[in-house]
C-alpha cells in the first residue's frame, strides 16, 4: 500500500540553524499538508499546499516556516532561524482531493530537536 | 473559542472487552468530525470521517457516533486486542473562509492480556 514517507526520522540542531524537514507524498495525490506536534501535546495543523501555492496556513506558520514542492514528488518545510520552541515531532499528510471528508494519509513524522 | 476535549485521558482495558471514548468540541461552523488512532511515534492514521448528517459510522470493530446538537461524538471499540493500544485523536474541522482543523488531546488507550 502506498505510503508517505519522510526524512530524515530525527533532526538535531543548533538553535538559530535553518532545517528543511522532506516529504514524500502517496503519487497521486495533490493536496499536502504539514502539521506539528509538541511533546505531549495535541497534534497541530500549520500549512496546506495545493498547486504549488499555500491553500491554508495556521496562526503558528509564520514568516520563519516556508513550504515548497521543489520537484514533482518532495514536499519541504523549512524553517529558517529555529527556535527551542520549534523541537517537535513534525507530520506531513496528503490527500487526493481538499473535500472536506477526504481522508489524509500521515507519514511517520520527524523529530526535530532545537539545542 | 474552538475546543475539542477528550476523556478520559486515558483508559486501561482488558483484552476482549469494549470501551468507549468520548470527545465534546465547541467548534463552529462544524464541517466535520473525524476520529484518527496513533500509535506511539507514528503518524495518525484515519478510522472515520463523519458529517454533519451522519450520526454513526463503522470502520470494523471501530464505531463512531455523532450527535451535532449536542456536540458530542463517541468512539466504541468492540472486542479489544493488544493492538487497539495507541491515543485516539478527535478532529473537528470547521469550514468559515479558512479551513481549520482543531485537534483534541487524545485519550490513551492501554489494552492489557
Known amino acids: 500500500e502506498p505510503e508517505v514517507t519522510q526524512t530524515p526520522s530525527h533532526q538535531v540542531t543548533q538553535m538559530g540553524q535553518e532545517v528543511i524537514l522532506r516529504c514524500v507524498p502517496i503519487s497521486n495525490h495533490l493536496y499536502f499538508y504539514w502539521y506539528r506536534q509538541i511533546l505531549g501535546q495535541k497534534v497541530e495543523f500549520l500549512v496546506s499546499?495545493?498547486?504549488?501555492?499555500?491553500?491554508?496556513k495556521s496562526e503558528i506558520f509564520d514568516d520563519q516556516f516556508s513550504v515548497e514542492r521543489p520537484d514533482g514528488s518532495n514536499f519541504t518545510l523549512k524553517i529558517r532561524s529555529t527556535k527551542l520552541e520549534d523541537s517537535a515531532m513534525y507530520f506531513c499528510?496528503?490527500?487526493?482531493?481538499?473535500?472536506?471528508?477526504?481522508?489524509?494519509?500521515f507519514g511517520p513524522g520527524t523529530r526535530l530537536t532545537v539545542l | 473559542k474552538n475546543q475539542v476535549e477528550q476523556s478520559p485521558q486515558s483508559l486501561i482495558i482488558l483484552e476482549g472487552k469494549n470501551c468507549t471514548l468520548q470527545c465534546n468540541y465547541t467548534v463552529s461552523p462544524f464541517s466535520n468530525l473525524r476520529w484518527y488512532k496513533q500509535d506511539t511515534g507514528r503518524g495518525p492514521v484515519s478510522l472515520t470521517i463523519m458529517t454533519f448528517s451522519e450520526n454513526t459510522k463503522s470502520n470494523g470493530r471501530y464505531t463512531a457516533t455523532l450527535d451535532a446538537d449536542t456536540k458530542q461524538s463517541s468512539l466504541h471499540i468492540t472486542a479489544s486486542q493488544l493492538s487497539d493500544s495507541a491515543s485516539y485523536i478527535c478532529?473537528?474541522?470547521?469550514?468559515?473562509?479558512?479551513?481549520?482543523?482543531?485537534f483534541g488531546t487524545g485519550t490513551r488507550l492501554k489494552v492489557l492480556a
Open positions: 499546499f495545493y498547486n504549488n501555492e499555500i491553500s491554508e
Open positions: 499528510a496528503s490527500s487526493v482531493t481538499a473535500k472536506r471528508t477526504d481522508t489524509q494519509y
Open positions: 478532529v473537528v474541522s470547521i469550514s468559515s473562509g479558512t479551513y481549520k482543523y482543531i
